[in-house]
């Protein structure tokens, strides 16, 4: 059988300690060590990756690297945490299989450096997008911030993880991330307020106080000397290699990343900020008067700037630090604390505080790093917990780390060893027993409901009386002294009495990774894990959203008498939760060890390794997988995976699975010892083997893609060629019926042409023909209008030749009878001839005068002047009258054709005329304005409604006038109104009437000869009017005015004519006085036409513009 040598083969040392020959603790250390000095920290043990951690940067975990081990079989590189990493996130892509990835080892031995490599090399290989890299991104970054606030230096390791972490980070089929879940297990919150010597308080303290600006510093009242703070260690703060600033950026910068708002990190700084300045309240002893020690606050400024940073009133805080209120059955009682009592709540109000921000932090981290989607994931769990720790004072926090080591080490021997080796017998494989160390009875010794230490634990917190550590250290005396694991001075087992190395106070457990002392003191503390409700109401209160959320028990609305579960129940429980967790995924193992205790590189201590090799199990690891097999598959998935690898059982195999697998195992001749047929499994021996199964199908599916790629080429191309065809038939039946179109237009135009031609021929044959044809029949009628008209000609010339004889023949007769007549009746003619001839030229004058005159008449236009000239005096008198009857036959004509309206201005007209031609030079502008009358529409006027109630008669005129004033010559406007029984003047605004004459009471109308309007209504002397005087008015219309005043006159019965004086001075009587109004011509002033002026109390001068 030709196997394809892998790379396994060319290592330093061997590459999979299952290939270790002779196999033996010390071969298998030497291995290591080989391995390690050449700086090949990764070995397996089968599909399990032994890493060594190098304290030092080595070049494996490139982008280069990360190339080279993508989509590689396990077993192809050099042993790598890539592979793992690869391997589990192909299977989870490919397979379907949730993964998880268990990192075990202790404190320092690499195992958050070793879940980050994993992270960051799934992160590197799968999908890629805007949307992934942000998810990617998020879940990267949250290790950085819940590194800052949950690792410390310890004097195992500067970056000790201080709190267990198993993150799922969730795929979708594509394998692409969709988000994560952490989960968080018990913060060893007790670093708070205590570090042992050569240990730091948690990075973020240090990470803010020298990386923080300085305005930060003093937002959070803080003093970048950590000595000012008692919270702080001082011995060894500066670690070596660890920039405390550098990472309070990297961190703040996570935490942008991650999604943390602006106000939500300035409130978790305000917390840390807190926890220290809480470290710094002091208190002293104060003695009351019944004799009982009370504390005091030494310096309130530090508790005062807290209060602030939190928002919490002072004095509650500080009562809080004093009373304790104890509520039992309804009753509050209140007890004052001493100065120890009140350190301890203090301490206890600083642990609480931070450990709640810690389990806030993983909250809000993973609201941020959810998926978003609701489809099934698949899951690639991370465990990085803390690990098996021994110090030299161990206190609960080391047993509940030990504790959870010990079940992540159960589940490692319940997968790998116990599980498989009882596969091999279920199975039926022929299989010898391998001895190794079962650590359950020590996790029974633990977490045993019934006489667990943990449960002993629980029931002191809560049995009622005196309860001190002394007396849970008394009952585990009692209740494990038996238990093989469990050592103690003062317990059952005589054994311990005389062992010196067990002080009174403490207990021993041996743990699978070695003997560890633990010191009761504040086992029962811890586990109760109590704040004292006056300390969480007093955090409620705070006007801090963040702290008002850590401590919803502080709300008095909600208090619960119900004391909350343990810490060690908790632990307990959620441990349990994990273990379930892991067992339903796909295990890959990560076991780190720690090449010595100095941190340091290129230091392989032998010792120390050896240790970690022996509880670790590696051996046993090796020996199981030596003497089993490694590789396992169900028989139908089996040759399901491997059936084309032999034509019996390709492309179907018809019979049961596990004869398909026989006959594909015997058909690839594969050696008998390489394999063994288990009841529903193959098992392979080898990984050669199944590499060479593996690499067969990889060729067979390679042919089998190529024959796949063949067959669908082939398709495609006879697709695409029958396309082609029936594309090109289209095409060519389109191009031909194109071709055969314009061969048909072509031959259909030639035609035309020649038809065209031919026709074009026959008609001008034809045309030419008739043309002929016309020219002779024109020719023809030509001559015959000759011909006739010569005819014609010459009848004329004979018929006239024949009426000129014949006149002449009449002539001559009638010249003849008339020289006969004259000579008979000479005698007769002579005595009246002269008359005779007188009388016919006299009528014929006469006659020939009146047809002229008929064409040559005027028209009918009365103003039209024309008239024909005379032609012979004698007709003189004639011509006249005829004119003059023409005239007036013309002028009646036209009469008749007036209305009696027009008849009626016109007799107007003609009566104005009467009165003022060439009398008054206003008179000829006049004359060509027709009278109007009522220019004021005085009917329809709304605004004169109430003007032509008052008036009962007629308006015959109604015009503005401007009445003269006496006294200065102006004049007012007022509306003139005549009916046929008086005059009215009214105001023009308002309408209302000023004067009323009757027509009879008027005298006489004097006007001027000039151009102006001016005329003055006299009254007659004694009439009712006259009282008033005169009226001196001016208008526009006075030609109008008059005339119809006079014709009023004429037409009225009771009233005389009335008499119209046309002269340049007359008269006017003003009430009592007579003025005399002149008219001179002059220019007038202020460019007006007329102007009217007061000269002495006698005379108004009116100036009238030249007449031209
Ligand atoms: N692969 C590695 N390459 C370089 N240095 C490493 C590597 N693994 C671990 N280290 C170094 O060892 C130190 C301790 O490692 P790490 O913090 O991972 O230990 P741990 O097993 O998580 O310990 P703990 O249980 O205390 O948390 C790291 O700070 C780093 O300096
Ligand atoms: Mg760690």
């Known amino acids: 059988m030709e196997v394809k040598t892998s790379l396994l083969d060319n290592m330093i040392g061997v590459g999979d300690m299952v290939l270790l020959e002779p196999l033996s603790e010390d071969s298998f250390l030497e291995n290591l060590q080989k391995r390690f000095d050449h700086n090949e920290i990764y070995t397996y043990i089968g599909s399990v990756v032994i890493s060594m951690n190098p304290y030092r940067s080595l070049p494996i975990f490139t982008p280069d690297k990360v190339e080279e081990y993508r989509n590689r079989n396990f077993y192809e590189l050099s042993p790598h945490i890539y592979a793992l990493a690869d391997e589990a996130y192909r299977s989870l892509r490919d397979?379907?299989?949730d993964q998880c990835i268990l990192i075990t080892g202790e404190s320092g031995a690499g195992k958050t450096e070793a879940s980050k490599l994993v992270m960051s090399y799934v992160a590197a290989v799968c999908g890629k997008g805007q949307e992934v890299n942000k998810v990617k991104e998020q879940l990267l970054q949250s290790n950085p911030v819940l590194e800052a606030f949950g690792n410390a230096k310890t004097v195992r390791n500067d970056n000790s993880s201080r709190f267990g972490k198993y993150m799922d980070i969730e795929f979708d089929f594509k394998g692409d991330p969709l988000g994560g879940v952490i989960s968080n297990y018990l913060l060893e919150k007790s670093r708070v307020v205590k570090q042992p010597r050569g240990e730091r308080n948690f990075h973020v303290f240090y990470q803010l106080l020298s990386g923080a600006s300085d305005d930060t510093l003093r937002k959070l009242k803080l003093d970048r000397d950590f000595s000012k703070y008692n919270y702080l260690s001082l011995d060894s703060a500066a670690v070596n290699g660890l920039d405390d600033a550098a990472n309070f950026r990297t961190v703040r910068n996570a935490m942008q990343i991650v999604g943390f708002m602006e106000d939500e990190v300035q409130s978790v700084l305000e917390l840390v900020a807190a926890v220290l300045k809480l470290g710094n309240i002091e208190f002293k002893p104060e003695s009351r008067c019944n004799g009982t020690d009370e504390s005091r606050i030494k310096d309130k400024n530090d508790l005062k700037e807290m209060c602030e940073l939190l928002g919490i009133e002072q004095s509650v805080l500080e009562r809080a630090f004093s009373y304790r209120t104890v509520e039992a059955k309804m009753e509050k009682v209140s007890t004052t604390l001493n100065v120890a009592q009140a350190y301890y709540a203090r301490d206890a109000l600083a642990k609480n505080l931070y450990s709640r921000l810690f389990s806030w932090l993983v909250t809000r981290i993973n609201e941020s790093i959810k998926a978003q989607t609701k489809t099934r994931h698949k899951?690639?769990?991370?465990l990085d917990i803390y690990g098996f720790e021994i110090f030299e004072d161990n206190s609960f926090e080391q047993f509940i780390i030990n504790y959870c080591?010990?079940?992540?080490?159960?589940?490692?021997?319940?997968?790998?060893?116990?599980?498989?080796?009882?596969?091999?017998?279920?199975?039926?494989?022929?299989?010898?027993?391998?001895?190794?160390?079962?650590?359950?009875?020590?996790?029974?010794?633990i977490e045993n409901n019934q006489n667990g230490i943990l449960a002993m634990l629980d029931e002191e917190c809560l049995r009622p009386g005196t309860v001190t550590d002394e007396t849970f250290l008394d009952k585990l005396n009692t209740v494990c002294a038996e238990h093989q694991h469990f050592e103690s001075r003062l317990s059952k087992n005589s054994k311990f009495l005389t062992d010196h190395s067990l002080p009174h106070n403490c207990f021993r457990i041996q743990h699978y990774a070695g003997k560890v002392l633990y010191r009761v003191e504040g086992f029962v503390d811890k586990n109760n894990d109590l704040l004292y409700r006056d300390l969480s109401q007093a955090m409620y209160k705070a006007n801090h959203s963040l702290i008002k959320q850590l401590f919803p028990e502080g709300n008095p609305a909600k208090v619960n008498l119900k004391r909350p579960p343990?810490?060690?129940?908790?632990f307990r429980a959620s441990v349990g939760t994990l273990m379930k967790n892991l067992q339903t995924?796909?295990?890959?193992?990560?076991?780190c060890i720690k090449p010595n205790d100095k941190k340091a590189s290129h230091i392989f201590t032998d010792s120390l390794v050896r240790h970690q090799v022996r509880y670790l199990g590696l051996m046993e690891n090796v020996r199981v997988r030596r003497a089993g097999y490694a590789f396992r598959q169900a028989y139908e998935p089996c040759l399901e995976r491997y059936k084309m690898l032999c034509k019996r059982t390709w492309p179907h195999w018809r019979g049961p699975a596990r004869e398909g697998v026989e006959v594909l195992m015997t058909d690839l001749q594969v050696p008998a010892e390489e394999f063994s047929y288990g009841r529903s499994k193959i098992f392979i021996r080898n990984p050669r083997t199944l590499f060479f199964l593996e690499e067969r199908r990889r060729q067979c599916l390679e042919d089998l893609a190529t024959l796949i790629q063949k067959i669908y080429r082939g398709w495609k191309c006879r697709t695409q060629f029958l396309l082609l065809k029936k594309s090109q038939v289209t095409v060519a039946a389109w191009y031909r019926r194109y071709a055969q179109q314009k061969k048909y237009k072509r031959i259909k135009s030639a035609t035309t042409v020649v038809q065209s031609y031919t026709r074009g021929w026959q008609a001008r044959k034809l045309l030419r023909e008739l043309k002929y044809q016309k020219r002779c029949e024109e020719a023809v009628t030509t001559i015959a209008a000759f011909w006739h008209g010569t005819q014609a000609r010459r009848e004329l010339r004979r018929l006239k030749e024949e009426a000129r004889r014949k006149h002449a023949v009449a002539v001559i007769w009638a010249y003849w009878q008339g020289l006969k007549v004259r000579r008979e009746y000479r005698k007769f003619f002579r005595a009246n001839a002269g008359k005779k001839i007188y009388d016919f030229t006299i009528q014929r004058i006469i006659q020939k005068y009146f047809l002229n005159l008929k064409s040559t008449m005027p028209s009918m236009s009365p103003i039209d002047k024309n008239w024909p000239t005379r032609p012979y005096l004698f007709l003189d008198g004639v011509h006249t009258d005829l004119r003059r009857i023409f005239h007036l036959w013309r002028c009646k004509k036209y009469r008749s054709q007036f209305t009696e309206e027009k008849k009626a201005v016109y007799e107007e007209k003609l009566e104005a005329s009467e009165i003022f031609k060439d009398k008054k030079a206003l008179y000829p502008s006049s004359v060509s304005q027709p009278f109007k009358g009522d220019y004021l529409e005085i009917s329809k006027n709304p605004k004169y409604q109430k003007l032509n109630s008052a008036v009962d008669e007629k308006v015959l005129l109604a015009d503005v006038v401007n009445k003269i004033n006496r006294a200065n010559g102006k004049?007012?406007?007022?509306?003139?109104?005549?009916?046929?029984?008086?005059?009215?003047?009214?105001?023009?605004?308002?309408?209302?009437?000023?004067?009323?004459?009757?027509?009879?009471d008027l005298s006489s109308v004097s006007v001027s000869t000039q151009t102006d309007g001016f005329f003055a209504l006299r009254l007659k002397e004694g009439s009712a009017s006259a009282v008033k005087g005169d009226f001196l008015l001016s208008s526009e219309h006075l030609i109008e005015i008059i005339t119809k005043l006079h014709r009023v006159g004429a037409t009225t019965a009771d009233m005389e004519q009335l008499n119209v004086d046309i002269s340049d001075e007359f008269l006017v009587q003003f009430k009592q006085?007579?003025?005399?109004?002149?008219?001179?011509?002059?220019?007038?002033?202020n460019g007006n036409s007329v102007s009217c002026k007061r000269k002495n109390n006698r005379l108004l001068e009116v100036s009238v513009p030249t007449t031209p």
Request: aromatic content about 8%; proline content about 4%.
């Open 95 to 97: 397979q379907d299989k």
């Open 379 to 382: 899951v690639m769990g991370v």
């Open 405 to 445: 080591n010990e079940k992540l080490q159960q589940i490692f021997i319940e997968l790998t060893l116990r599980e498989e080796q009882e596969e091999y017998v279920r199975e039926g494989i022929e299989w010898t027993n391998i001895e190794y160390f079962n650590n359950a009875i020590i996790c029974d010794l």
């Open 566 to 570: 343990t810490a060690g129940f908790q």
């Open 585 to 591: 995924k796909n295990p890959n193992y990560i076991r």
């Open 971 to 1000: 004049g007012t406007a007022r509306i003139f109104l005549l009916t046929k029984k008086s005059v009215v003047l009214a105001d023009q605004k308002t309408g209302q009437v000023k004067a009323s004459v009757p027509l009879p």
């Open 1073 to 1085: 006085d007579k003025v005399c109004v002149k008219f001179i011509q002059g220019v007038p002033k």
